[in-house]
């Protein structure tokens, strides 16, 4: 007999975030099992939430598995056919005409290279992207490819990363998601420092830069600061996701919270304010200052 589960409209929020953690702490026991996921209530599903909701159908299929997706409502299959998330589940991609999404993609950890050009092509080069200096988008690029590297190094992660995202012109905003299914960032605190925090606090501590366990041109947790600093400068927001954590960072202020489950890794989401006409730079090319 088949699992049946049912998923409600997915936005990148606090609320939409709660509803995957939740459908997995539901399939969590699951193994050889058919999964049904009924998404007839999901009459929305914002589409750079697939990174996080194809890492968790892809643990569901690592757990030997099998998963299948049904009535999903026209407009929701549209958005997901469009990004080719729905390929790996027997739909035909729809050609994206109008250039707005970030293709749904999953990478094996030694693809470093081949993130690197995604987020190159895809996220950097953006024509929506606020105007930086060289040396900002150096940064912003080494910040972004930071994620996959914790991801890599820190997560432990061995089932990949997941990433997706999409331009909302009418919103004015560029969304972009990376997922792993690791430790989580509370996990890989207690392991460097030995002590347990509460999943939220570890969440802004490493925002925050005090966790720099990598060497190397940036250290681990100080690509989330940068990103954090200008997020916070250019008006959008910024989510991270790990264990029962949630932190976000919007409008300039600063939330955290605890789920009653699990998301078992990360995720990272960041939300550009296209509408944002200044140009940045770091503060160290017209100051001695380090740092915008």
């Not at 995604?118 to 940064?139: C, D, F, N, T």
């Not at 190397?216 to 954590?245: C, E, M, Q, T």
């Amino acid at each position: 007999m088949a699992v049946k589960l049912a998923l409600q409209q997915i936005r990148h929020c606090r609320a939409g975030f709660a509803e995957l953690v939740d459908l997995a702490a539901q399939a969590e026991r699951c193994f050889l099992e058919q999964i049904e996921i009924d998404m007839a209530g999901a009459s929305w599903f914002d589409a750079d939430m697939c990174a996080a909701f194809g890492a968790l159908l892809y643990r569901f299929g690592h757990n030997l598995n099998t998963v299948r997706l049904l009535n999903i409502p026209n407009l929701v299959e549209q958005i997901l056919s469009k990004n080719a998330f729905l390929s790996s589940y027997g739909r035909k991609p729809i050609p994206d005409t109008w250039g707005t999404t970030i293709p749904y993609q999953r990478f094996e950890t030694k693809d470093e290279r081949y993130f690197a050009s995604y987020i190159e092509r895809e996220l950097v080069q953006r024509p929506e992207i606020p105007a930086m200096s060289p040396r900002l988008l150096k940064k912003f690029r080494e910040s972004i490819f930071e994620i996959f590297s914790n991801a890599v190094i820190h997560s432990e992660t061995e089932l990949g990363i997941f990433s997706c995202g999409q331009f909302y012109p009418k919103k004015n905003l560029l969304v972009f998601s990376v997922a792993d299914l690791g430790i989580g960032i509370p996990g890989n605190v207690k392991k460097k420092i030995g002590s347990q925090l509460l999943p939220e606090r570890a969440i802004a501590c490493a925002v925050d830069g005090r966790f720099t366990t990598k060497s190397g041109p940036i250290p681990g947790g100080l690509g989330l600061k940068l990103l954090s600093d200008f997020i916070r400068l250019n008006k959008g927001a910024f989510v991270i996701v790990s264990d029962k954590g949630y932190w976000e960072l919007r409008r300039g202020q600063t939330l955290t919270d605890k789920f009653r489950n699990a998301f078992p890794g990360t995720v990272v989401t960041i939300e550009i304010n296209t509408a944002d006409t200044h140009s940045y730079a770091l503060r160290s090319e017209i100051s001695p200052s380090e740092v915008f």
